[in-house]
């Protein structure tokens, strides 16, 4: 197992976790303690049933239900997929799994911990997605058994800012176009009928917290070296 590294802050966010009952960490952690980023204390609550703000909210899902192309469904559709390599369209053709086996097995491990990070939110917020509270949304992507419940934060867009955000450590040359991609992938999600925008900043928001935490921890920073030099040396950087 990796060791956990908390930070000051992190550990007065672990008593204010304890405080709100979240669950304990699994054994298989990578990096990250859950119980580090408690979003249940961190994200302020999203909109109230019945509120305008969540009426807003619906509303910007169905004018995407009404406005998407078949372009934005076919990539909407295909971001639903949580890979890094989603990115390979800023970053090249030689950004692909074949041949990056380190950068491969660090987003799989950080997707776990994220994954952990954003469900206790969704425990604690236990928001209903957009096709339960309307039944004129129409969802592009299958719907998963026992996840009526779990919109807030997006676990998509959580990952994929957090992708952004490394992707733009390893190749500061495309900062700016892999932070659009960013924000693209986790849009999509509302394009795909199953989040809300608020959603999504939620989801921005914990994206920047685990991408803090993880550049803390000593064992992600040399993984995380090994895989920007073999991205760098993919794409023909250095």
Avoid at 64 to 81: F, G, L, W, Y
């Amino acid at each position: 197992m990796k060791r956990f590294t908390y930070l000051p802050l992190a550990a007065s966010l672990l008593v204010a976790a304890s405080a709100a009952s979240y669950a304990a960490p699994s054994a298989e952690a990578s990096y990250l303690d859950a119980r580090q980023i408690p979003l249940g204390v961190l994200l302020a609550p999203p909109a109230a049933d019945g509120s305008e703000r969540q009426q807003a909210d619906l509303d910007a899902v169905l004018n995407a239900q009404r406005s998407r192309t078949p372009e934005q469904v076919a990539r909407a559709k295909a971001d639903a997929t949580k890979s890094v390599f989603r990115f390979a369209d800023v970053l090249g053709p030689d950004f692909k799994e074949a041949g990056l086996p380190k950068t491969t097995a660090l987003f799989e491990a950080v997707d776990h911990d994220a994954e952990r990070v954003a469900k206790g939110g969704k425990h604690v917020f236990s928001r209903a997605r957009p096709f339960i509270a309307s039944r004129d949304v129409q969802p592009i992507v299958p719907k998963r058994p026992g996840d009526d419940y779990n919109s807030y934060p997006s676990g998509h867009a959580t990952f994929g800012y957090l992708c952004a955000i490394l992707l733009a450590q390893m190749v500061p040359e495309k900062r700016d176009a892999l932070f659009a991609r960013g924000r693209e992938f986790g849009m999509n999600r509302v394009v795909d009928g199953v989040h809300y925008p608020s959603d999504v900043e939620a989801g921005r928001i914990d994206g920047t917290l685990v991408a803090a935490a993880l550049m803390a921890n000593p064992d992600f920073q040399r993984d995380f070296a090994d895989a920007k030099a073999e991205v760098r040396a993919a794409l023909k950087l250095d």
